[in-house]
């Protein structure tokens, strides 16, 4: 009596059309992105050796105040540079656009510290929970 053998049944994965789907997501996804180009002031920042690690990312767009070197501000992404006296109508127009209510600020290490002094006063009274500063890390 004749024994019939099966066929041994191939295990082969065809990827090329996974691979072509994967790359067409990719290609779709840099179309369809909107880039937005953050604006830098040009401020020069203090130095330091040290280096601290952010524990967690920001999720939400957070307000950002430049001190420039005459101690005139400005608040990124916008080419007004505003007085000190200005603030706090400029900090009541942008308060809304950080849903965490933080604070960033960069500051011209020659700028003085009287002005950061009010600013970390109006940051307080306006209620920003979180206050962030910029500094250079200088590499050894």
């Given at each position: 009596m004749k024994i019939e053998r099966r066929k041994a049944i191939s295990a082969n994965l065809d990827l090329t059309p996974l691979i072509d789907i994967v790359f067409q997501l990719i290609i779709f996804l840099l179309v369809a992105s909107?880039?937005?180009q953050?604006?830098?002031a040009l401020v020069e920042l203090p130095k330091s050796?040290?280096?601290e690690n952010l524990k967690e990312q920001v999720s939400s767009p957070v307000v950002t105040?430049?001190?420039?070197k005459d101690n005139k501000l400005q608040l990124l992404p916008s080419?007004?540079?505003?007085?000190?006296e200005e603030l706090e109508t400029?900090?009541?127009q942008n308060i809304q656009q950080s849903k965490e209510k933080r604070l960033e600020i960069r500051g011209d290490k020659e700028s003085n510290l009287a002005t950061f002094v009010k600013v970390m006063e109006a940051a307080n009274e306006y209620g920003f929970k979180?206050?962030?500063l910029f500094k250079m890390v200088e590499k050894k």
């Open positions: 909107n880039f937005t953050v604006k830098e050796e040290k280096q105040l430049v001190i420039h080419d007004l540079v505003f007085k000190l400029q900090l009541q979180s206050v962030g």
